[in-house]
């Protein structure tokens, strides 16, 4: 029997009609809580089932991404073979972040200064320790697994 090849159009269209099947199974399951399903995470094993593909090229990701933006979601690739779906509408009322500092603060603007003056000035040491300040001031943001870089060791110093 030959195996069936879903193209990038059929599969995103598959991978909505699971998340209903899974929105409306949880709403069975919990009617007193609202179930809305604007994002999700999909394994790498779980999607080249619904595409009936034992292997997912690099052309068929980017084409099933480009159809799923052209529907109304994004995909993101995580590290570990999982795509994130996130319905674009879900992110319209997100905060709109700008590149200009705070003006209240130049604490900010002072560390991306030099950040710039080190890289004109080819100043390595001014180069990290203002990474090194960054990294503290960001360290709210970031994973538990967050580990500053290390410049020395990536110019081979």
């Avoid at 009936?52 to 480009?66: G, I, M, V």
């Avoid at 879900?90 to 603007?109: C, F, H, L, Q, V």
């Amino acid at each position: 029997m030959k195996r069936l090849l879903l193209n990038p159009y059929e599969v995103a269209r598959l991978i909505l009609l699971n998340a209903a099947d899974y929105q409306a199974d949880q709403e069975e399951r919990k009617p007193d809580r609202i179930i809305n399903v604007s994002r999700f995470v999909l394994s790498e094993r779980a999607l080249r089932k619904l595409s009936f593909r034992t292997r997912l090229s690099n052309e068929f990701l980017t084409q099933l991404k480009a159809e799923m933006n052209d529907i109304g979601w994004f995909m993101i690739s995580v590290g570990d073979g999982s795509h994130i779906y996130l319905r674009i509408r879900a992110t319209e009322n997100w905060p709109r972040i700008g590149a200009a500092s705070r003006y209240s603060d130049g604490k900010y603007e002072d560390l991306r200064k030099d950040t710039v003056h080190s890289l004109k000035r080819d100043d390595l040491n001014l180069l990290e320790e203002t990474i090194e300040d960054i990294d503290s001031e960001i360290k709210h943001l970031t994973d538990d697994n967050f580990e500053s870089y290390d410049y020395k060791n990536f110019l081979n110093i």
